[in-house]
Each structure stands twice: as C-alpha cells, then as structure tokens.
C-alpha cells in the first residue's frame, strides 16, 4: 500500500492538502517545498538502471509531489499533473483508445472536451457516443464490443446538471470498463471519486485546485497501471507542467478544502438571494430544491459548490446591461478562483451553436453564469443588486 492510501485512511483531507500524502519531514527542511527548476537531472551513467528523471517525464520532484497530493485527496492510488486540464482529458483517452475503439460519453460536457469528441476523436478513427447521462439504459444501449471507457462530467459545466454516478459505476464495473469523471465543478473536496466508484478523475487544476487563477494546469488520478499508461503518453505528446506552475498548485492546495467551505457556503446563500430578486426568472443551483438533481447532488456531494446559473427575465439585453454593472465581480471567462467571476455562455463557451440549441441544451439567452468567489458575501449582493438595478435602468 503506498503513502498515498496511508495518508486518505488516516488523515483528513484539510492535513493532506497541507502535508501531503506522507508528511514525512527531517530536521533542516524547508517548511515550504523548494522549486525544482532544472529540466534535468544528473545521472544517465553506465551503472544507472534506474528511471530517467526529465521534466517533461513527469518525474520532478514537484510533479511527483502535488500529483501524489491529489491522489490522496482523491482517495486513489496515483496522480499525475500535466500541462492543462484539456492535456489530461486528452492523454487520458488516447491512452485507453485506439483506433477503431469506441467512448461512451455524457452529452453534458465542458466545450473543449465536446469538440474533443464530436470532430478531433472522430478524425483519428475514435468514436463517440454521446448520450443523456441521467438515463442509465441509454448508456447500456450505446454500447459495442469495442467501446473502451465510460466519460462523464460532474457536475456539469454550465447547466449543473448532475447525473447520478451511481448506476454508472455499476455499469462499468459489469462491462469491465472504465468509468472516466472531469470532476473539475466538485473538487476532491465536493466528491471523493475513490469512493464512488470511478476509476479515473480528472481536473482542470486551473480551476479550484489551484484556486487563484494564476496557473494553468491539470491533474489526472487512477490506479498505478493507468497513472503508468497515461504517464508514458506524456513523454511522447509532451504536455508537462512546468516545475513552477506544479508549486503554484501544490500551494493552492493547502487551502482547498477551507476554499471551499466558502464557495459552498457563499454559493448556496447566494442563490438563495438571487431566488428572490424579482428580475430573475431561474437559478440553476444543486444546492436548490427546485434543481433537477439535487435530490442525487444532496446524496453523492459533501456540498454543492460555487457555481450557479441565473437566468434574467430580460434575456441576452438584460443579461449584458448586468455583467456591464458589476464592481466587486468581474467578467471574465473561467472559474474556480478566490475572486467572483461572471460569464456568459451565449458570448463565451456557447458562441458556435444557435440559440435554439442552446435552450435545448438549458442556455437561454437571458443565463448569466457566475463563479462565486470568496469575498464578503454582503458585498457580493450589494454588486449583484446594483448591477440588476442598472440592468433595469438601462
Ligand atoms: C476548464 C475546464 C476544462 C479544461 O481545463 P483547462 O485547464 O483550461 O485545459 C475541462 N473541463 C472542465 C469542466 C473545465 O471547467
């Protein structure tokens, strides 16, 4: 059993982020981890049978560091960090399908990955398809003999929809695939994958687990074999996380699990607010009753996370007269940082599709997504009320 297991069994996830999977500590150590900036390291001699260390094979010091981190918050048995959350989804999936071989995904899906497989996958002989997530029977029946992995997002980027991963697992594990999870919305902290029956996790680290939006990176989580495989993929593609970007995000992480008591609670609070404004017509909160799934996200989530979905009743207008009225928040694309973020789909991460298919995929035109930070949570009203008033204003 390696340290990683030790340190999930024995210690809270709040002592992880901070000491690691270890904790293992000599006298004259630096408190902070130093940054190993060298792209090699010496060795390569003729009695030297041990693994090459290079930057780009994922073994500095620094990688080897913060993607065993990860795995222990994930409570899984290895982890490792790479150049970009869409360099991890990538690597992940190349490494579990060749050509000819077949993905079963949730249509729900962050934009880069779905393009990822719609057009890129498609073109290197890799098909995909994509079905409702919360209808367990369509997954059964979307698959073939050489369908080699299941892919699911949770929860679901921007629409929040959380299918339950439950019956999946069960799937998975009687066909002997693969269950895949982007779990970038939940953070280890919001779903512990180990513990739930998926095989891989993957992060967009630029997300919470960096948490300060300063770094651009992405970690991917399994069994030693799989980490092994996906490890071999990034030595020959390349994607590697800079030592330096790998210290950033092992220094987010020591705050992760208290980051994220605050994104819960100024998240949920906040939703509760924008509920009763009367310029808006839906909140799309987990957290909410009225939420599809928040009876699955009340049972398979330890919280309900820091991104909501406010629809306006004065559409694409009213939603641009808002985002143009904000102080505190700013708009910006991307999420999971200290600071509050606004977007909104329609200019952003929806741009290439119409506006029938967006509604279709739960996006109207008046659907202002925000990232709700960790500022005072006063504060956040009194922008978020000012900006409605000037949006209705004019
Ligand atoms: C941002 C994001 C990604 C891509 O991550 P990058 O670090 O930008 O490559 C993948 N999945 C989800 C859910 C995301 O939010």
Not at 35 to 44: N, W
Not at 89 to 108: E, K, N
Not at 343 to 359: D, W
């Amino acid at each position: 059993m390696n340290d990683a297991r030790r340190g999930q069994e024995l210690l809270d996830q709040a002592t992880v982020g901070i000491h690691g999977a270890n904790g293992r500590r000599s006298e004259g150590d630096p408190v902070a981890p130093p940054i190993v900036q060298s792209a090699t390291f010496f060795g390569g001699g003729p009695g030297d049978d041990g693994e090459l260390l290079y930057t780009r094979h994922g073994n500095n010091p620094n990688q080897l560091q913060v993607g065993a981190k990860v795995a222990a918050l994930e409570g899984m048995e290895a982890g490792l960090p790479v150049a970009s959350g869409m360099a991890a989804i990538s690597l992940t999936v190349l490494s579990l399908a060749r050509t000819g071989d077949h993905v079963v995904s949730s249509r729900f899906l962050y934009g880069a990955t779905r393009t990822l497989f719609e057009q890129e996958l498609p073109r290197r002989g890799i098909q995909v398809s994509l079905v409702d997530p919360d209808k367990p029977r369509d997954w059964r029946n979307a698959l073939r003999p050489e369908t080699r992995l299941l892919y699911l997002e949770l929860p679901a980027n921007p629409t929040l929809r959380v299918p339950d991963p439950r019956p999946l697992a069960s799937l998975a594990l009687e066909e002997g695939l693969p269950l895949v999870m982007d779990s970038t919305f939940a953070s280890p902290v919001n779903f512990r994958a180990g513990e739930n029956g998926v095989d891989v996790v993957i992060h967009s680290a630029t997300k919470y687990l960096g948490g300060h939006s300063d770094l651009v990176a992405g970690v991917v989580c399994g069994s030693s074999d799989m980490i092994r495989e996906i490890r071999g993929l990034l030595k020959l593609y390349g994607p590697a996380l800079d030592p330096h970007a790998a210290w950033l995000l092992d220094r987010g992480l020591r705050t992760l699990p208290l980051r994220m008591e605050g994104h819960n609670r100024n998240g949920l609070e906040l939703a509760t607010w924008f509920r009763d404004q009367s310029e808006v017509e839906q909140v799309i909160y987990p957290g909410l009753p009225d939420h599809p799934d928040h009876e699955v996200a009340a049972t398979v989530l330890k919280g309900f996370g820091g991104m909501l979905g406010v629809v306006l009743k004065g559409g694409a207008a009213a939603a641009e007269a808002f985002v143009g009225g904000l102080r505190v928040a700013s708009l910006a694309p991307s999420l999971g940082g200290v600071e509050t973020l606004v977007s909104l789909p329609r200019l952003t991460s929806h741009r290439g599709i119409s506006a029938a298919q967006r509604a279709d995929q739960g996006i109207p035109d008046g659907f202002i997504r925000i990232s709700v930070g960790l500022e005072g949570v006063q504060d956040l009203k009194d922008d978020f009320r000012l900006a409605l008033d000037r949006a209705a204003s004019g």
